[in-house]
Nanobody, 126 residues
Framework: QVQLVESGGGLVQVGDSLRLSCVSPGRTFSISTMGWFRQAPGKERDFVGAITWNGGRTYFADSLKGRFTISKDNAKSTVYLQMNMLKPEDTAVYYC???????????????????WGQGTQVTVSS
């Protein structure tokens, strides 16, 4: 069973930056695509971004390009989501997920991902 544990969420002000971390100990991390999703109250879970197993390619929701970045440290079994210029609409629970493989549009879909973390709350106050 693959475990994922997110951390780094909290209450921030508009315009602040925040970095989320997701640790997934185990042999599969280094060969997994890692994704981030978020879910605001009363809304569906939305794709945020993803990074391929070797960090060679990243995917982002169009609305987040330029503000959010993803990086992956296979030696630490950790994937990071760097969020800059935060807005109130970024308020959500952020989830980390892993996939054995994704390609193209499949990387944007929650159904592609096999394992999920418990989520970490990000609240952006105006």
């Amino acid at each position: 069973q693959v475990q994922l544990v997110e951390s780094g969420g909290g209450l921030v002000q508009v315009g602040d930056s925040l970095r989320l971390s997701c640790v997934s100990p185990g042999r599969t991390f280094s060969i997994s695509t890692m994704g981030w999703f978020r879910q605001a109250p009363g809304k569906e879970r939305d794709f945020v971004g993803a990074i391929t197993w070797n960090g060679g390619r990243t995917y982002f929701a169009d609305s987040l390009k330029g503000r959010f970045t993803i990086s992956k440290d296979n030696a630490k079994s950790t994937v990071y989501l760097q969020m800059n210029m935060l807005k109130p609409e970024d308020t959500a629970v952020y989830y980390c997920a892993s996939s054995k493989f994704c390609s193209g549009n499949g990387c944007y879909s929650a159904t592609t991902y096999d394992y999920w973390g418990q989520g970490t709350q990000v609240t952006v106050s105006s």
